[in-house]
């Protein structure tokens, strides 16, 4: 059972424009969600993360929205670099410590 | 830098011959992760340590073992390598236990081979 989904499996966008990479959990219990970067040959890094008490946290070029209510999380990027290119991974924190990942999303930014 | 650091990067082993991965730290984290990921599928958590207690997956194989000697290093032992097993493993660190502001770090992985 998936309790976080990701359910394109690929995006592309050309560069300069939005890119915006969706999740969708189904435990309510989940309180923290991340969002993290996977390029190929290395480990995913932390991108981004928002708490479940607010609904949009921003840095920089990357923001996540968080709708409770749906149980839906999108990440925005604007404006997109090629550099962006790589595998991006949503993941929710429930009790403790421990992370329940999406399948990812592989984002490809054409120049 | 501080770091996760897995080694080997790649391991070739044969079908049945126990093989030893190893991760190492200098972020003097307490919780070390061991995850495994098949291609195009999520990171699965095997088990974790947080400093010496050991915690597993329910559903984490037997055939899956770890040891954490000291602080800064973790080993994931697979005791009879089946083709099945052939993924990415990937090592993380994290900052003490519910720390919602202190991510998880990663390691850049080992891909485990089965011939």
């Known amino acids: 059972d998936q309790q976080v989904k990701q359910n394109s499996p690929s995006l592309s966008v050309q560069e300069g424009r939005i890119s915006i990479l969706n999740c969708d959990y189904t435990?309510?219990?989940?309180?923290?969600f991340l969002w993290y970067k996977k390029y190929p040959a290395e480990g995913p890094t932390f991108l981004i993360s928002?708490?479940?008490?607010?609904d949009k946290n921003e840095d920089g070029r990357f923001t996540v929205f968080l709708n409770k209510s749906a149980k839906h999380l999108s990440l925005h990027i604007v404006p997109s670099q090629p550099g962006d290119s790589a595998v991006y991974f949503c993941?929710?924190?429930?009790?403790?410590?421990?992370?329940?990942f999406g399948g990812g999303t592989r984002l490809m930014v054409k120049p | 830098d501080a770091m996760v650091i897995q080694n080997p990067r790649y391991q070739v082993t044969q079908f049945g011959k126990p093989v030893t991965l190893s991760c190492s730290q200098t972020?003097?984290?307490?919780?070390m992760y061991w995850y495994q990921q098949k291609s195009s599928q999520a990171p699965k958590l095997l088990f974790h340590?947080?400093?010496?207690?050991?915690?597993n997956e329910a559903d984490t194989p037997d055939n899956f073992q770890s040891r954490r000697p000291n602080t800064s290093f973790c080993f994931l032992d697979i005791r009879s390598p089946g083709l099945g097993d052939a993924a990415m493993y990937l090592c993380?660190?994290?900052f003490g236990w519910g720390v919602r502001n202190q991510p998880q770090h990663f390691g850049d992985g080992t891909r485990l081979s089965i011939l």
């Open positions: 993380a660190t994290s």
């Open positions: 435990n309510s219990m989940f309180d923290y």
């Open positions: 928002i708490s479940s008490i607010k």
């Open positions: 993941a929710a924190h429930n009790a403790g410590n421990m992370l329940t």
């Open positions: 972020l003097n984290h307490n919780v």
């Open positions: 340590y947080y400093d010496k207690d050991f915690n």
